[in-house]
């Protein structure tokens, strides 16, 4: 697990070895602990360098080690014996130095890394802190500002930035370990205390109380509810105003809190889940390593309002040619403009020249003659659609993939239009596409494994967070939530405000709670879909029998506000009131207070005082209900891809892992319960019904989560 060689006669070479990362399991510790022993025993070594094999130096402390008990030699005491050895210890950093694998390298004495390598202390963001003394080295050897940035982010700095800020001695573009052995040769002799970092004086900085102040207020403010960020900061505080002994036990203290703390489960799970989403299966047997991807070098985007645009955008950025066609000239020209335009501010942002002529525009459908793949992203009409992918299939070369951006329609249907169904997938980006993580890959029955790889292949490099899900109305995302919004409307006839809701929701960690994201998204596109369901019925009736459509509890309430002309901050009025259409700021409005009110009066309803664990019980346990039911119907191939879609794509706080691991937090038996106890209340509503998934689980003794599976297949097995 680490190799010992001595090279260049007096150079003993020690090298990491346990792929894909050479993260710092307990064999490796023990190697580490026995080669750098032998090193430094040894009378015809002068100096010691430390690699890691296949061109990465380590990805950090082993993370699937940290929900068993620790065994092997533990990373402090042997990162304090590398920097006290009485010879000098380089760092030869390829590809990443993360977590432990920087804090092994800030014990060395020198730091050699390669141009393109990637340095960093991510803690973080797996719900924990740079605990082999990062939190202490690090604000020594750059200083407090940089070394709470770095750590409280948890960013990765490339290996430029890390020379100039001062991690790494060296950069060079050739060979790191051979030029690491030369930088050994060149120091072996010389005094080794100003390199021993855990040494050195923080540097002074002038206020240090006011900065951290003004740093916990930012930390806290983003963190959502997060523990890490904050003890991030009182980790690096250590290090500014106590000796090293006392900082590393403060560090020891904090580190205790957070590794047994359930964010930080929480947070490794999401590590976990979003590499686990990668290896997609299809209820066909159809699996990501038995799937080859066609390759997609030129693409084209068909329809350019504001989903198509930041399609463009990303898959230009990606490196692809796009045809991007619209066939009105004046929206061609608006959209060329403002596709422009991101693509400029994105190049700047990134220091790179802006990918302009990647994109080429036209009217004509017929331009995409001869590209890889089309996703087309007109207006959400089945009709329009149907016409489109028929024109697609008689237009483009065989064998093109043919990807639609509906988030509503039946993607079977358009599959079931074209000669070639197979080819068919939905593609279904987030606004803003070129921003938001995530992208849901819809199959249907009859889409080939072939076009979900190449989906699932050009949604990885698109840097998106990709999830294979099968076909039904709102695919994975949007079926749940569905629920959620409709729980949040009940809630408002019942006596709640809008506010209470959205701060119980904002309180749990969501960036936005339900109504200022519907305004942000615009009330217009929820009540077009009632509207196209038959559940819109214009008019005043009042009563009970007003709130019943469908033989279910229907809420008339965002109707009723589009009715109004308020579609949110579009219009300067929604939920909130906002200075001027299309401002941000959301302000408590009176009016909807009074027609709340009014509403109430008109359909005999009684305000009652509802609280915020009543918001959070019937939003998300309604939500996570909806999520039993997409296992149980197989949409979701496991509760992994349910959370990644969550925690990437609506807005579900990371700490808590996503509705289906925080379910299983929470104790599946007590989610049932509370279902049980709220269907009692509202009969009326279906989605308070708990699904039969939730029921087996807990009749089958809620095992963890990564168990489910067994319980799932049962079922599917026994239907
Ligand atoms: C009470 C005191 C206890 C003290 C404990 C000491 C604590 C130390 C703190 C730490 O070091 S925590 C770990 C910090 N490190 C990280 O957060 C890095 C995580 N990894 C990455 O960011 C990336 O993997 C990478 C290193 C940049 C490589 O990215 P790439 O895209 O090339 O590959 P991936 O698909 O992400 O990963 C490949 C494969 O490797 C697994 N893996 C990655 N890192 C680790 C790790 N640190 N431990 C265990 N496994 C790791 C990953 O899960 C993938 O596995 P798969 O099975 O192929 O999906």
């Known amino acids: 697990m680490a190799e010992y060689n001595r090279v260049s006669e007096c150079v003993g070479l020690i090298t990491l070895r346990n792929p894909p990362v050479n993260a710092l399991s307990a064999a490796v510790r023990q190697g580490i602990v026995d080669t750098v022993e032998r090193a430094l025993s040894d009378p015809n070594v002068k100096s010691v360098v430390i690699c890691g094999q296949n061109g990465i130096f ?46 092994l390298a800030l014990g060395c004495h020198y730091r050699i890394a390669h141009s393109k390598a990637r340095l960093g202390l991510p803690e973080v963001s797996l719900g924990l802190l740079p605990a082999a003394g990062g939190s202490q080295r690090l604000p020594r050897l750059i200083g407090v500002p940089a070394a709470l940035n770095l ?82 900061v009182q980790a690096v505080r250590a290090a500014a105003t106590l000796p090293y002994a006392q900082g590393m036990e403060r560090e020891r203290e904090l580190m205790a809190t ?7 489960r929480a947070l490794q799970y999401c590590f976990f889940a979003e590499r686990a989403v990668g290896r997609w299966r299809m209820p066909s047997g159809a699996r990501w390593d038995t799937s080859k991807p066609r390759p997609v070098h030129k693409a084209a985007v068909i329809g350019l309002g504001t989903m198509g645009r930041g399609i463009t955008v990303a898959l230009a950025q990606t ?26 501010r994105g190049a700047k942002r990134r220091g790179v020249a802006p990918a302009l002529d990647r994109v080429i525009y036209s009217q004509n459908i017929q331009a995409v003659a001869d590209v890889d793949l089309v996703i087309e992203a007109v207006f959400e009409d089945i009709a329009l659609k149907t016409k489109v992918f028929q024109q697609l299939s008689a237009v483009c070369k065989p064998g093109t993939l043919l990807c639609t951006n509906t988030s509503a329609l039946d993607v079977d249907q ?68 569905k629920p959620y919004i409709e729980e949040a409307f009940f809630l408002l006839e019942e006596g709640a405000t809008p506010e209470l809701v959205d701060q119980a929701l904002e309180e749990f960690g969501f960036s936005m709670g339900v109504f200022r994201m519907s305004d942000l998204s615009g009330l217009d596109v929820g009540w077009r879909v009632r ?17 019943i459509r469908q033989g279910r509890r229907y809420s008339p309430l965002g109707d009723l506000l589009c009715e109004e002309g308020r579609f949110g ?39 009652r005082r509802i609280d915020h664990q009543e918001v959070l019980e019937r939003c998300l346990y309604a939500l996570i209900n909806e999520g039993f039911h997409i296992l149980d119907d197989g949409i979701a191939a496991g509760p992994e891809d349910i959370d990644v879609i969550y925690v990437s794509g609506y807005g579900w706080p990371r700490h808590r892992g996503g509705p289906m691991f925080y379910a299983n937090m929470v104790g599946l038996a007590k989610v049932l319960e509370r279902l049980e106890h709220y269907q009692q209340l509202h009969p009326e509503v279906p989605h308070l019904q708990p699904s039969s998934l939730l029921r087996r689980l807990v009749a089958s003794g809620s095992p963890p989560i990564h168990k489910w599976g067994e319980v799932i297949k049962k079922l599917h097995s026994q239907l």
């Not at 004046?330 to 959209?335: R, V």
């Not at 509207?531 to 709130?547: F, I, M, Q, Y």
């Not at 401002?583 to 207070?593: E, G, I, Q, T």
């Open 58 to 103: 380590c990805g950090g402390a082993d993370i699937k080690e940290f929900g068993s008990k620790m065994t092997g030699p533990p990373l402090i005491p042997m990162i304090h014996a590398i920097e006290s050895a009485n010879k000098p210890v380089v760092a030869a950093i390829e590809g990443s130095a993360l977590g432990g694998g920087l804090e």
């Open 151 to 232: 750590i409280t982010t948890g960013r990765h700095v490339t290996a430029a930035e890390a020379l100039q800020l001062g991690i790494v001695d060296q950069v060079t573009d050739h060979n790191t370990v051979d030029a690491a052995v030369k930088f050994a040769l060149s120091v072996a002799g010389r005094s080794l205390d100003p390199r021993r970092i855990s040494t050195h004086p923080c540097p002074q900085q002038p206020d240090l109380d006011a900065l951290f102040e003004e740093v916990m207020q930012k930390v806290r403010q983003s963190a959502r509810g997060a523990i890490a960020p904050i003890a991030c």
């Open 258 to 264: 957070l590794f047994t703390s359930g964010q930080a």
């Open 319 to 344: 490196g692809l040619s796009v045809i991007a066609v619209e066939t009105q000239e004046k929206q061609l020209m608006e959209a060329k403009q403002a596709i422009s335009g991101m693509l400029e």
């Open 414 to 481: 358009l599959a079931s239009e074209t000669p070639n169904p197979e080819l068919v997938v939905g593609m279904h980006f987030f606004a803003p596409a070129h921003v938001m993580k995530l992208l849901e890959v819809v199959y249907g029955p009859r889409s080939s494994p072939q076009a979900v790889a190449t989906a699932m292949q050009l949604g990885k490099k698109m840097g998106k967070a990709s999830v294979a899900v099968g076909n039904c109305r709102g695919f994975v995302g949007n079926r749940m939530l």
């Open 531 to 547: 509207k196209g369901d038959g559940l819109v019925e214009p008019g005043t009736a009042s009563g009970r029998s007003a709130r």
């Open 569 to 607: 901050q579009k219009t300067g009025r929604g939920w909130y009131q906002y200075d001027k259409p299309g401002s941000r700021v959301a302000r408590s409005d009176p009016w909807l207070h009074s027609f709340l009110g009014a509403y109430r009066a008109q359909h005999g309803l009684v305000a």
